[in-house]
């Protein structure tokens, strides 16, 4: 019974009902909550709404746990309404539905190892088209190439390793220019592999004067290498040769 229940208790209601007053219980209040975010999300309308409802929390909540603090605080249907007070949710999700790709016909290069899948096949398989988009998948020769036709804009999206955008964006390697990474697909996913005349040489601290390969400088390949050569007393730079070596 809410009588004896401690008062002082945050995770603890005194209260009979739900926070908005229209639901016999805070259980039943959040069980109509998910059921009609499910009832939204399976539309195509209601997908756009949840895109711009997704932004707007986005750019107000830059810090996760400071959103769901402030929706613990005031429950969702108080947010909504205050922050649509603030923002026009309605409009702009009207206006989002309503508008077109920026542009059409597109060029994505990629290198021809398996983590470009999803960008191949979402070709044959009619994902672009889908989405009313002409997407001319081009094969490319190596890593830097792909950054230089991606610099010079020649691409209009690329296949990466994960640091090459913010090698692009801080000017390793290449001018400083802002790039946005909106997926990934891997990471920290590597492997070490030797030669078989050294196939006894488990210990890393016996690989001085060794010879890597790697495909790119700014690549998880390399950094990782590093990073575990370093810990084992075996400094990248001077004690072996590590070179980069473009995909076949």
Not at 166 to 183: F, Q, R
């Amino acid at each position: 019974m809410a009588l004896f229940k401690n008062p002082f208790d945050a995770d603890r209601r005194i209260r009979r009902g739900c926070d908005c007053g229209r639901h016999e219980s805070q259980s039943a209040h959040e069980r109509a909550i998910r059921a009609e975010a499910v009832e939204i999300s399976a539309t195509e309308d209601g997908r756009y709404q949840r895109v711009v409802e997704n932004a707007v929390m986005r750019a107000l909540f830059p810090q996760d746990a400071q959103r769901r603090f402030f929706l613990k605080q005031v429950g969702a249907s108080t947010a909504l309404a205050a922050i649509s007070s603030l923002f026009p949710l309605a409009a702009a999700t009207e206006a989002f539905a309503q508008a077109v790709p920026e542009k059409k016909d597109l060029k994505v290069g990629f290198i021809p190892i398996t983590c470009a899948t999803p960008i191949i096949m979402a070709s044959p398989m009619g994902f672009y088209a889908k989405h009313g988009l002409n997407v001319e998948v081009i094969k490319t020769a190596g890593w830097a190439v792909i950054r230089d036709k991606t610099i010079n804009k020649e691409y209009d999206a690329a296949h990466m390793l994960s640091p090459m955008p913010l090698a692009i964006s801080i000017g390793a390697g290449s001018n400083p220019i802002p790039y946005t990474m909106p997926a990934v697909e891997n990471i920290n996913g590597q492997a070490i592999t030797l030669a078989m005349k050294h196939k006894d040489k488990r210990d890393p601290k016996s690989w001085k004067g060794f010879k890597f390969a790697v495909p790119f400088d700014y690549s998880m390949h390399n950094y990782l290498l590093r990073y575990y050569l370093a810990e084992n007393g075996i400094d990248p730079d001077t004690d072996v040769q590590i070179r980069a070596v473009p995909p076949p």
